[in-house]
């Protein structure tokens, strides 16, 4: 009898997969808070820019430091922190009084966390966990980097319209905060010598 039990490295591969689609929506958040930031704080869209700015500046920056961090301490405490740095730098926006604080929150904070689930993330997932299906993993988890915007960005654009942006970014704060525990619960650093 065949046992058709789903191998451990398809778990790990979806975990990732949600990690990224939340990345890549994450980070584009600050693209649909442009206006209404605008209209409160009275901040010029250029300085309201420069946290995007320095966001995918981080984004790009960071990623092979993240693959080396996750070769060194592990997959699950690099996604874990970086899904925290993202949490943090989402929620902490609400309470922000001057645009620094912004350019904190959503370039360096946001930047970092999302820069170290990018396509280095997706690379050590696919080298550790697959061999004969490698080229078919690389290309969906890169897949989710891109469905994210596409996913998120419309239901932060209406959350924004309808009840405010610290709605939105309380919402990019608890969601990827969710994501945490099953990173932890299911995204192993090490391939199982069972497997």
Request: charged letters at 10%; one cysteine or more; glycine letters at 10%.
């Amino acid at each position: 009898m065949i046992s058709r039990r789903l191998h451990p490295a398809w778990l790990v591969a979806a975990v990732a997969f949600v990690a990224l689609v939340g990345a890549a929506g994450f980070r584009a958040t600050p693209s649909v808070m442009l206006q209404p930031l605008h209209e409160e704080f009275g901040w010029s869209l250029g300085t309201i820019s420069a946290a995007v700015s320095v966001n995918l500046l981080l984004f790009g920056l960071t990623a092979p430091f993240a693959a080396a961090l996750m070769e060194k301490l592990g997959l699950r405490r690099v996604v874990a922190g970086a899904l925290v740095l993202v949490s943090a730098g989402s929620g902490l926006t609400v309470f922000m009084q001057q645009s620094w604080q912004l350019i904190l929150c959503w370039g360096v904070l946001v930047g970092l966390g999302t820069g170290s689930m990018a396509l280095g993330f997706v690379a050590v997932v696919a080298n550790r966990w697959f061999v004969a299906r490698r080229g078919l993993v690389v290309g969906v988890l890169t897949a989710g980097g891109a469905a994210g915007q596409l996913v998120f960005l419309p239901l932060l654009a209406r959350l924004t319209g309808d009840h405010g942006w610290r709605v939105a970014a309380l919402t990019v704060a608890a969601v990827a905060l969710s994501v945490v525990p099953l990173v932890w619960w299911r995204l192993r650093d090490r391939r199982p010598t069972w497997a």
